[in-house]
């Protein structure tokens, strides 16, 4: 996978920054210049493309004297290594000597750099972010890194820059999790969707656990189908027993982006589907629900079906598809119904997009007790989270953030999708 770099004086943030990105509890974090790790080399994602983190946090010298060479002996290691580069700075310090020597550095290599300024704590405050324009590494990007703001945007930049992906090749294939109850047709429908016509199927490369993963090609599209159904090797002979049925269904499931949760259409939603769900809104999984069996059932049922869904699995509010794997009626649907949950699992909205949107939405209805909503960002992906600073965030009522989450989830169709709403003080 490509490598970005970051790199910056000391104490500017590097080590928050990587464990923001990498989405990391802090670990080494010193408030003091000199805390001295190995260069480390950190496997992380954004927006489904792969890339490699280099944190050259960890050199960091413990005395003024040297620290110059040091970092820019850094600048040039990384400018070699790194198809991105990341300078990131401290709003705090403003344009130091030590950036201006990063700077040159970098312009001499001629790479990929982006510019970041962090501890811009106050984002609606940004007016420290201009002065780096000084630095001439074009716009810089204002973020906190310790409290996640303008993060997204930041691996956006980055992500666009790393080198095309040769065919597709580093973008992911969204996986699917085909689960459910014994006998409500997993493996007939495992079966038809491999069977499909243009369906190239192949067993992915590693696997070696219980749950099967099979690469699915139909068309342009690659996906994974994870088979807990017992279609494959193993499975099939410990399919029966309930310990490993359910060990499969997690695991299919914590392995997913999308889980499909297949029911029989003459048995309703039961307690075995419901406590299948209950996993998946906890792995915070995108979610679709395929009524199966639809041949033995009136049209009337589907309906009634979609009643208890709405009714008891509130959390998600996830979409419905009836099909019977059996007849092969509306299984061609189930692989876009599956990438249409994996695209709004994936929703990433710009920041513009996201205060517009947040400040319409309070303006229809605003908090009650005069709370105030100041500021509004993603600040996660896959689900999405988006984070908002308020004047006394305690006080907004959880009603209130379900009104939030609904409109999200309206306006994006984020149907079937986990979704953060989390509310921070902008104080
Ligand atoms: P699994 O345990 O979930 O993998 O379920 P199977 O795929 O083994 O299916 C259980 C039974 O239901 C089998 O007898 C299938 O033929 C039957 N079955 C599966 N899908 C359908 C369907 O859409 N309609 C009907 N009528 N029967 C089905």
């Known amino acids: 996978p490509p490598v970005v770099a970051i790199v910056g004086a000391p104490n500017v943030g590097k080590s928050t920054l990587v464990n923001r990105i990498l989405r990391r509890r802090k670990a080494v974090v010193s408030e003091t210049p000199g805390t001295t790790r190995d260069r480390t080399y950190q496997r992380a994602e954004w927006a489904g493309r792969e890339f490699t983190l280099v944190d050259t946090g960890g050199m960091e010298p413990a005395a003024k004297v040297g620290l110059e060479a040091l970092v820019t002996l850094q600048a040039r290691i990384a400018a070699e290594e790194a198809d991105v580069v990341v300078h990131l700075t ?6 130091t000597e030590v950036d201006a020597a990063i700077a040159r550095v970098l312009r001499e290599a001629s790479g990929e750099v982006v510019l ?24 810089p990007y204002g973020i906190s890194a310790e409290h996640g703001l303008g993060v997204g945007d930041l691996l956006d930049e980055i992500v666009a820059r790393l080198p095309e992906a ?6 992911r294939a969204p996986r699917i999790a085909i689960v459910g109850r014994p006998n409500v047709g997993k493996s007939t429908l495992l079966n038809r969707l491999l069977d499909a ?34 279609v494959g090797r193993r499975a099939k002979r410990e399919a029966g027993v309930p310990y490993y049925a359910a060990l499969r269904t997690y ?15 003459r048995e309703g939603v039961v307690g075995g589907d419901l406590q299948i769900a209950r996993e998946i809104a906890e792995a915070r999984r995108a979610f679709g629900v395929l009524v199966n069996k639809r041949d033995l059932v009136t049209p009337g049922r589907l309906r009634e079906i979609e009643g208890q869904v709405a009714y008891r699995m509130t959390d998600l509010k996830p979409k419905l598809l009836g099909i019977s794997a059996l007849t092969g009626r509306g299984v061609d649907r189930v692989i876009p119904f599956a ?24 303006g229809r209805s605003a908090p009650p007790g005069g709370v105030k909503i100041r500021y509004a960002t993603q600040t996660g992906q896959a689900p999405p989270v988006f984070t908002l600073f308020a004047t006394r ?14 409109a999200f989830r309206e306006r994006y169709d984020l149907h079937g999708v986990s979704l953060g709403i989390r509310l921070k003080s902008s104080r």
């Not at 305690?394 to 009603?399: H, K, T």
């Open 90 to 95: 401290d709003a705090r310090l403003g344009v």
């Open 339 to 362: 990438a249409d949950l994996y695209r709004a699992f994936n929703l990433r909205l710009g920041t513009h997009e996201v205060a517009e949107f947040v400040s319409s939405v309070v």
């Open 393 to 406: 965030p305690a006080d907004i009522p959880e009603s209130y953030v379900r009104y939030l989450e609904n």
């Open 197 to 230: 016509e243009r369906a190239v199927v192949s067993e992915a490369a590693g696997t070696t656990t219980d749950a099967i993963e099979t690469e699915l090609v139909l068309g342009e599209e690659r996906y994974v189908l994870l088979d807990t159904a017992g």
């Open 166 to 171: 040769g065919a597709g090749a580093e973008v």
């Open 116 to 139: 970041a300024v962090n501890k811009l704590d106050d984002p609606a405050d940004d007016s420290d972010r201009y002065r780096f324009y000084a630095l001439g590494e074009g716009e």
């Open 251 to 265: 695991e299919a499931i914590r392995r997913s982006d999308v889980s499909l949760l297949l029911v029989d259409a």
